[in-house]
């Protein structure tokens, strides 16, 4: 079995910005399991707030589904995500066209 993979949200340069299991990070490129875009978030004020406490208005959020993997190659912030916090950002639902 794997090592525990720290949770985190990254933000890109132009890519936007992704919530996921960190596998790596090697200057601006990181790679991030099970992720999820944060296209559009409700019920925090900043990243910085969602990344801690999660969102309190998840039906008003647009993730959509998670990716088993991506690279993203412009990463310019990475925080820490709490625990309550990935429980949030996990429970808001998928968000589809």
């Known amino acids: 079995m794997s090592k525990k993979l720290k949770y985190v949200m990254v933000r890109t340069y132009s890519a936007g910005v992704f919530a996921g299991e960190l ?17 559009y978030w ?22 959509p589904m998670p990716v088993s993997s991506i690279t993203l190659t ?7 995500i709490t625990r309550d916090a990935r429980k949030s950002i996990e429970g808001v639902p998928v968000w589809t066209a």
């Open 74 to 80: 412009e990463a310019i912030e990475i925080i820490d």
């Open 23 to 39: 596998v790596s990070r090697k200057e601006k490129e990181v790679v991030l399991h099970n992720a999820r875009r944060i296209y």
């Open 42 to 63: 409700a019920g925090a004020a900043t990243l910085s707030e969602l990344a801690q406490r999660g969102t309190s208005k998840p039906k008003d959020c647009k993730f």
